[in-house]
């Protein structure tokens, strides 16, 4: 069992900031990435950011260079630093984890969701 815990999401003005938390917690063997997603009603979840285990990161053209992913390993938790907020960035934003259980056991993980809304 691997749980997911999100916190962080709410409202903010346009221009603002908002850091988003993921902690992991549970049998985790080793982690692969971890990354955020976001989804809003009638369309399909979409990457925002993810970070691997040696620190390679990647991004959505749409946030880059507003958003920034960083990981504590001790912690076994992934951030997402929000800033220059935009309308379009209203979401729910949901942690991912990619990795194994078991030495043979690999799979992927999603926490519930943080509601992200970005309105005047």
């Known amino acids: 069992q691997v749980q997911l815990v999100e916190s962080g999401g709410g409202l903010v003005q346009p221009g603002g900031s908002l850091r988003l938390s993921c902690a992991a917690s549970g049998s985790i063997f080793s982690i692969n990435a971890m990354g955020w997603y976001r989804q809003t009603p009638g369309k399909q979840r979409e990457l925002v950011a993810r970070?691997?285990?040696?620190?390679?990161?990647g991004y959505a053209d749409s946030v880059k260079g507003r958003f920034t992913i960083s990981r504590d390993n001790a912690k076994n938790t992934v951030y997402l630093q929000m800033n220059s907020l935009k309308p379009e960035d209203t979401a729910v934003y949901y942690c991912?984890?990619?990795?194994?259980?078991?030495?043979?056991?690999?799979?992927?993980?999603w926490g519930q969701g943080t509601q992200v809304t970005v309105s005047s």
């Open positions: 970070i691997t285990s040696g620190g390679s990161t």
């Open positions: 991912k984890l990619e990795g194994k259980i078991t030495y043979y056991s690999s799979g992927s993980w």
